[in-house]
């Protein structure tokens, strides 16, 4: 059964870190493509970052480049995105989600986890 749970968010002032950590199980991690998404209210999901299976390849959301940089490690079986320079249009729920590469990239992975808020504020 495949399983994705996020951790590592929390408040954080404007220009802070935050590090975002995805745990998998069910499957194995580097057989397929991690992405991150958030979702702040009112507003609709967003691909933000994701990576690769076999190169590892990353891609990154224009808004995000620069400041935020994903990775994996597969023997702990995690994906991080590791977040600096938070600006006050970053908060939401971040979510983390796998499948194909293709389907990652298109925002359509099948399988999610349940979020973990970020939050942006002075």
């Known amino acids: 059964q495949v399983q994705l749970v996020e951790s590592g968010g929390g408040l954080v002032q404007p220009g802070g870190s935050l590090r975002l950590s995805c745990a998998a199980s069910?499957?194995?991690?580097?057989?397929?493509?991690i992405g991150w998404f958030r979702q702040a209210p009112g507003k609709e999901r967003e691909g933000v970052s994701c990576?690769?299976?076999?190169?590892?390849?990353?891609y990154y959301a224009d808004s995000v480049k620069g400041r935020f940089t994903v990775s994996r490690d597969n023997a702990k079986n995690t994906v991080y995105l590791q977040m600096n320079s938070l600006k006050p249009e970053d908060p939401g729920i971040y979510y983390c989600a796998t499948d194909y590469l293709g389907r990652v990239v298109a925002g359509t992975p099948d399988y999610w986890g349940h979020g973990t808020q970020v939050t942006v504020s002075s």
């Open positions: 069910g499957f194995t991690l580097d057989a397929y493509a």
């Open positions: 990576i690769g299976n076999n190169d590892d390849s990353t």
